[in-house]
T-cell receptor, first 115, second 113 residues
Framework: DTAVSQTPKYLVTQMGNDKSIKCEQN?????MYWYKQDSKKFLKIMFS???????INETVPNRFSPKSPDKAHLNLHINSLELGDSAVYFC??????????????FGPGTRLLVL | QKEVEQDPGPLSVPEGAIVSLNCTYS??????FMWYRQYSRKGPELLMY????GNKEDGRFTAQVDKSSKYISLFIRDSQPSDSATYLC?????????????FGKGTKLSVKP
């Protein structure tokens, strides 16, 4: 069984559209994350979330919003997509962000292309 | 100055070579230091983990942390073509937002048979 899964794997869409990416982890972890990896492979955290706290990277536009229906899922909603949103988006999970240094397990990524 | 600096390469070496990958950082609060390996079109996976200063060895891989110099290294001995991947250093502090990982840009390594 895949520990961290994401859907879809590929997403091609037009500017201005709204889209969602889903993430599920079956590791029983308390904390989930969304990362953006740009064309230069730079991996940057967007959000970390557990059932107590959402930590937002201040550079993330408010067009991006995480939604967590339960502890095992953290979906990413993106409104009014822009060309610069094209990237690979990775979901990850760890036992507990509060302890620091927790091993993070990454999903396979969702390749988003905005035309 | 970025929090974590890593030479993106690419780095190409012959099979069997010793590879040295490095990162520098500026945030003194970092206590946890990791190396992730990312194969093409895959998610990163944890390779090595070190807390505070010191060395850690795991098979052909050795991670070193020098907190006084704010410098971390990953050494790969007897490199294999299967080691060809992008290597990302990552580090974090303790607790809350400080617990979030900050990644370097990654170094792309190619090991030629």
């Amino acid at each position: 069984d895949t520990a961290v899964s994401q859907t879809p794997k590929y997403l091609v869409t037009q500017m201005g559209n709204d889209k969602s990416i889903k993430c599920e982890q079956n590791l029983g972890h308390d904390t989930m994350y969304w990362y953006k990896q740009d064309s230069k492979k730079f991996l940057k955290i967007m959000f970390s979330y557990n059932n107590k706290e959402l930590i937002i990277n201040e550079t993330v536009p408010n067009r991006f919003s995480p939604k967590s229906p339960d502890k095992a899922h953290l979906n990413l909603h993106i409104n009014s997509l822009e060309l610069g949103d094209s990237a690979v988006y990775f979901c990850a999970s760890s036992q507990d962000v509060d302890r620091g240094g927790e091993t993070q397990y990454f999903g396979p990524g969702t390749r988003l292309l905005v035309l | 100055q970025k929090e974590v600096e890593q030479d993106p390469g690419p780095l190409s070496v012959p099979e069997g070579a010793i590879v040295s990958l490095n990162c520098t950082y500026s945030n003194s609060a970092f206590q946890y230091f990791m190396w992730y390996r990312q194969y093409s079109r895959k998610g990163p996976e944890l390779l090595m983990y070190t807390y505070s200063s010191g060395n850690k060895e795991d098979g052909r891989f050795t991670a070193q942390v020098d907190k006084s110099s704010k410098y971390i290294s990953l050494f790969i001995r007897d490199s294999q073509p299967s080691d060809s991947a992008t290597y990302l250093c990552a580090m974090s502090g303790y607790g809350g937002s400080q617990g979030n990982l900050i990644f370097g840009k990654g170094t792309k390594l190619s090991v030629k048979p």
